[in-house]
């Protein structure tokens, strides 16, 4: 099993309410990824992280922030809840040996 | 072009049938493979990684064709448990991000 933790499970939030999502590993990966996944839709890279200190924007365009203090934690913060963030939000790691991806199991978050 | 490309689906098959997932890629660099399986509201989960000389694992098999960039699954003797979206997944070189096909969703019925 996997190392990697995300909470809340599910948030229910009323619009325009600062929300944070938190993911963390105890793999050690360098590598940590936020996907926004709809229902029975495709899965998007909206942010990424090669190491501490680093992060990108990823290929789907988000209003959400991240930030990689430490290696093992990669928050994703929205400023301003809004109802067309309601999504599945996933985070996951990889490492420079074990390369594949590894997920946690997600928050759905809902906004009101 | 999608970076990569899989089957639309979905599919629909008898307990007991064998299937075939069909994937393309475009980055002829890429560097490693993978498909994964979705159950429905559930993360991503590795299902087995893909190497250049095929592999298998029980009722799965994976083969990779670097010379057409095309990657398959096979599932033999398909279960009910089967029944999830399956994810072709190409990370194009070290340094760079993993890219997930739009995968394609399989139901086995009794």
């Known amino acids: 099993e996997a190392d990697i933790y995300q909470t809340p499970r599910y948030l229910v939030i009323g619009t325009g309410k600062k929300i944070t999502l938190e993911c963390s590993q105890t793999?050690?990966?360098?590598?940590m990824y936020w996907y926004q996944q709809d229902p029975g839709m495709e899965l998007h890279l909206i942010h990424y992280s090669y190491g501490v200190n680093s992060t990108e924007k990823g290929d789907l365009s988000s209003e959400s922030t991240v930030s990689r203090i430490r290696t093992e934690h990669f928050p994703l913060t929205l400023e301003s809840a809004r109802p067309s963030h309601t999504s599945q939000y996933l985070c996951?790691?990889?490492?420079?040996?074990?390369?594949?991806?590894?997920f946690g199991q997600g928050t759905r978050l809902t906004v009101v | 072009r999608k970076e990569v490309e899989q089957d639309p689906g979905p599919f629909n098959v008898p307990e007991g049938a064998t299937v075939a997932f069909n994937c393309t890629y475009s980055?002829?660099?890429?560097?490693?493979f993978f498909w994964y399986r979705q159950d429905c509201r559930k993360e991503p989960k590795l299902l087995m990684s893909v190497y250049s000389s095929g592999n298998e694992d029980g009722r799965f098999t994976a083969q990779l064709n670097r010379a057409s960039q095309y990657i398959s699954l096979l599932i033999r003797d398909s279960k009910l448990s089967d029944s999830a979206t399956y994810l072709c997944v190409v990370n194009p070189n070290y340094g760079q991000n993993f890219v997930f096909g739009p995968g394609t969703r399989l139901s086995v019925l009794p």
């Open positions: 980055n002829s660099a890429s560097q490693s």
């Open positions: 793999m050690g990966h360098d590598k």
């Open positions: 996951a790691s990889s490492g420079d040996r074990i390369r594949e991806a590894f």
